[in-house]
């Protein structure tokens, strides 16, 4: 991956920040992997368990629901896990293991302008893998827009806030890429669980769904999927997301090395 444009910047760029922010975006496009897995990859896959039959009929155990229904929140979360755990780590641990930050340190761009340009990069990607998930289940399977829109959207930033602060303390972690992409795939499959991605938290047994309800992404889906039935999402909900968001920040501003 180039690195000069990483440690310079020019007059006519504007703020360093700025300049940092257009080139961390080039580099970020130039990445076909991630941008399928985090922009593609989740549409493609409710696409998928949308075409199975049984899951677009309604279902007295959903309370009426369709599969389906519960399956775009669940994509929706899908996109941001892809993000937070398995796009950014290795990149930040890899900008710190060849030594970048360090020589970022002796420029006029500071490292925690990389480390928000990465944020907002992979955050800005999982929402518009959101919007892609949402408009595709409409139209496609006839999902429902969100019923209460604002609440959706509430839950939504705070799932991303939380993905991303995660993704931010595996990177903070991991001393090396490969051991930031191993602890990244482990803890990925646990949220991918908690999410609901194999069974929705809808369906899980009374004692499973409420400890899985208690992580971030158990949590998320439960507020996405009440939004998206029209109801303002869960206060409880909404307030362990928030939450594990707060610690996840703290921490990985604590542990964070420039080196």
């Known amino acids: 991956m180039p690195t000069t444009s990483l440690t310079s910047t020019s007059p006519a760029s504007g703020s360093p920040s700025a300049a940092v922010l257009r080139c961390e975006t080039r580099l970020f496009l ?38 389906i229904d519960l399956y775009v929140p669940v994509a929706v979360l899908l996109a941001m896990i892809m993000a937070g755990l398995q796009a950014m780590p290795p990149v930040l641990t890899g900008y710190r293991e060849r030594g970048i930050l360090r020589r970022m340190s002796t420029t006029p761009v500071r490292p925690s302008a990389l480390l928000t340009a990465q944020i907002a990069l992979h955050g800005a990607a999982a929402l518009g893998s959101a919007v892609l998930v949402v408009a595709v289940g409409r139209i ?31 990177s903070a972690l991991a001393a090396t890429t490969k051991v930031s992409a191993a602890v990244g795939s482990v803890v990925y499959l646990v949220m991918m669980f908690t999410a609901g991605v194999w069974v929705p938290v809808q369906a899980m047994p009374g004692t499973l769904r409420r400890i899985v309800q208690c992580t971030p992404f158990g949590a998320a889906s439960q507020a996405l999927d009440r939004a998206a039935s029209g109801g303002w999402p869960s206060w409880t909900h909404l307030g362990v997301t928030a939450l594990w968001t707060a610690l996840l920040a703290a921490a990985a501003t604590r542990w964070f090395r420039w080196e």
């Open 140 to 170: 496609a399977f006839g999902v429902r827009l969100p019923g209460q829109p604002v609440g959706y959207l509430l839950a939504l930033l705070l799932a991303t806030a939380s993905v991303l602060s995660l993704g931010a303390m595996v």
């Open 30 to 67: 130039r990445e076909p992997g991630s941008l399928f897995w985090i922009l593609v990859f989740p549409t493609v896959l409710m696409t998928i368990l949308g075409l199975i039959p049984s899951f677009r009929h309604p279902d007295d155990a959903l309370g009426g629901r369709r599969v």
